[in-house]
């Protein structure tokens, strides 16, 4: 199959079977309430997508020329960012979809919940592929349209209707002041081809301004300190696959969007690079010391997003700044061990979440004392989660500290005494963060069991699975980093590009 | 003295976000809110229409802005949809009250 058809395929199918997925999904429930289409036609859908990808991703790996694609006014560029946000959304998609089987097998509305994620996941491939701006913008609402939705899909619930409420007004506003980016710079270049730009993109106040309006705009998304505070609530109240997604990889994505459009003016200050490290100094601070003092497990996990998505700021930013490929290739190996961590992190708080409250019918928030002594009655999820939580943390040989040494390795290679001391600021947050981390493995395997565990259900093994292929990734990434080269590599490489011209 | 064309749509570009922001800054009313989203992306739809027109290219500015009318109307939708399920559920639209999550 030709690449570029293949591309388009892999762009296209999700979202074309979204509706597809709902309708059939609804019909077959309505004639029998037992049988639920829509997650094993999504499945398909996933797996055939990653077909696509696969075909494609093999022929730019091979080759190293970009593939463009152009439909009407659809254009997409496959580049290394691209290939990396595509392979991480579809593969953790997949695994969510799996496990999102048995989640959501009691609610109503599932096929509205597998539908929007099949959508989900193809309009992030296209965000990450876009390569004008408006059809940047266009994919990044459409990515927001869908997550709007299922961060309220337990629409009965007052917690997940206010958290979508306030995701909802914040996202749209960022959503706006990007807009209003673009038509600044359409207005000053007379172009939105982000080639285009690169070129007539020339210093002033006015691309300064716009400049700002996308930090800030993007930023929402992306969760930059202090635009962040729709995330803790989202992220805690979304079902839980779809809290794996949102952390794994929308604010990522908001993040791309964020680089490229900056990427674009790169000619009109060389200070965005400096912001980045900026933001990311202060994302790890104040995401970790939120994170201490939280008491409802997803909570914290949202919070932690908070911290490495610092982490990640700080290695792309030095990657903008100064340079250095390694330590952007860094930033892009933590955007997918984070990923996995964190997927697996809210996949496993989501199976105890089901297991002690959903499967007996309440919808209360699974505490940190609803821990204890957990390793006992579900000793797989128990270690999925200390897999989880000690990788986030950074301890070796797991994945999390492969990608931030490499991150710290790269930010002291560039002999910069700022970006040393920025390092030096990470390392002493990653131990901070093992002061929440710690008590939670801590809680799993040393505590007497509390009665909520003793009465809780069994975990269905599809929700198990997910769970296995990820801590066994969190593992096997950990002793063999090299094993993501390949995809962080050319990653590292196009942002260059972006920001060196 | 005349005021050209451009001057005047970047007179309402700027009233209208300006409204925008000032009515999103001060109402407490979820469907105001929605209201006050509104009319900034109506700025900015307006802002794209008029850079298409200062550099000659009216046709993509206005194509960019019947885009942006969709994804906006979508967004507007959603919003309502939420806020109707808010008002059955928690009983109240004010913004006030939903304060739960907070800590």
Redesign the interface.
């Known amino acids: 199959m030709n690449p570029n058809n293949a591309f388009l395929l892999a762009v296209g199918l999700p979202v074309f079977a979204s509706p597809v997925i709902y309708l059939i999904g609804r019909i077959a429930t309505r004639k029998n309430p037992k049988v639920d289409l829509a997650r094993w036609l999504a499945l398909l859908t996933l797996l055939a997508d990653g077909y696509f990808l696969l075909i494609a991703g093999m022929e730019f790996i091979q080759t190293r020329h970009e593939l463009l694609i152009a439909v009407g006014?659809v254009s997409l560029r496959l580049d290394g960012i691209a290939l990396l946000l595509a392979a991480v959304v579809l593969a953790l998609g997949t695994l969510v979809t799996l496990f999102s089987g048995p989640a959501v097998a009691r609610d109503s509305g599932r096929e509205t919940y597998f539908a929007l994620l099949t959508a989900m996941i193809g309009t992030i491939i296209g965000l990450g592929a876009a390569d004008d701006l408006?059809n940047l913008w266009?994919w990044f609402?459409?990515m927001a349209?869908c997550s709007?939705?299922l961060v309220?899909f337990y629409?009965?619930?007052?917690?997940a209707?206010?958290?979508?409420?306030?995701y909802?007004?914040q996202s749209?506003?960022g959503?706006?002041l990007v807009?209003?980016a673009?038509?600044?710079v359409?207005?000053n270049t007379?172009s939105?081809d982000l080639d285009e730009i690169r070129i007539a993109a020339q210093p002033s106040g006015l691309m300064l301004a716009a400049g700002a309006l996308f930090i800030i705009g993007f930023g929402v998304k992306a969760a930059l300190v202090p635009l962040h505070t729709w995330l803790?609530?989202a992220h805690?109240?979304a079902p839980s696959g779809i809290s794996a997604m949102l952390s794994g990889v929308v604010i990522e994505a908001g993040l791309v969007a964020m680089l490229r459009a900056l990427g674009a003016l790169h000619l009109v200050t060389v200070s965005w690079g400096a912001l980045l490290l900026g933001f990311a100094a202060v994302n790890m601070l104040v995401g970790n010391l939120m994170a201490l003092r939280q008491t409802q497990v997803k909570r914290l996990l949202a919070y932690s997003s908070l911290s490495h998505m610092g982490y990640i700021l700080l290695g792309v930013g030095a990657g903008a700044v100064i340079g250095s490929e390694y330590s952007a290739a860094g930033g892009f190996f933590h955007i997918l061990t984070h990923a996995m961590m964190k997927g697996l992190a809210f996949l496993a708080a989501g199976a105890l979440l089901y297991s002690l409250h959903q499967a007996v019918g309440n919808h209360d928030p699974l505490v940190v004392d609803d821990l204890n002594g957990a390793s006992r009655k579900y000793p797989l999820t128990a270690f999925a989660f200390s897999v989880a939580v000690l990788g986030l943390g950074g301890l070796p040989p797991l994945a999390g500290f492969m990608s931030k040494w490499q991150i710290f390795v790269g930010g002291f290679q560039t002999g910069s005494a700022w970006i040393m001391a920025l390092v030096v600021f990470a390392a002493l947050n990653s131990v901070l963060s093992l002061g929440y981390y710690a008590p939670l493995v801590n809680r799993l395997y040393r505590c007497q069991p509390v009665r909520i565990v003793e009465q809780g259900k069994p975990i269905p093994v599809l929700m198990s699975l997910p769970m296995l292929i990820l801590s066994l990734g969190v593992v096997v990434l950990g002793i063999w980093p090299s094993l993501a080269d390949w995809l962080t590599g050319p990653a590292a490489q196009s942002l260059l590009m972006l920001f060196g011209g | 003295m005349t005021i050209s064309i451009p001057t005047t749509v970047i007179i309402m570009v700027l009233g209208l976000?300006g409204i925008g922001i000032y009515a999103?800054l001060t109402t407490r009313h979820?469907l105001k809110?929605i209201v006050a989203?509104q009319l900034?992306?109506k700025?900015?739809?307006l802002?794209?229409v008029?850079?298409?027109r200062?550099?000659?290219?009216e046709d993509?500015?206005q194509?960019?802005a019947i885009?942006?009318i969709i994804?906006d109307t979508?967004?507007a939708v959603?919003?309502m949809a939420?806020?109707v399920?808010?008002r059955r559920?928690?009983g109240t639209l004010d913004?006030r009250s939903?304060?739960?999550?907070r800590r």
Request: charge should be negative; avoid cysteine.
């Open positions: 006014a408006f266009v609402e459409a349209l709007y939705v309220a629409r009965n619930e007052a917690a209707l206010e958290a979508g409420v306030k909802l007004v749209a506003l959503t706006v807009l209003l673009i038509g600044l359409f207005a007379g939105v803790p609530d805690s109240q | 976000i999103l979820l809110v989203l900034l992306v700025g900015a739809m802002a794209l008029l850079a298409g200062l550099t000659g290219q993509l500015g194509s960019l885009t942006v994804a979508i967004v959603i919003g939420l806020a399920q808010v559920v928690i913004l939903l304060t739960s999550l």
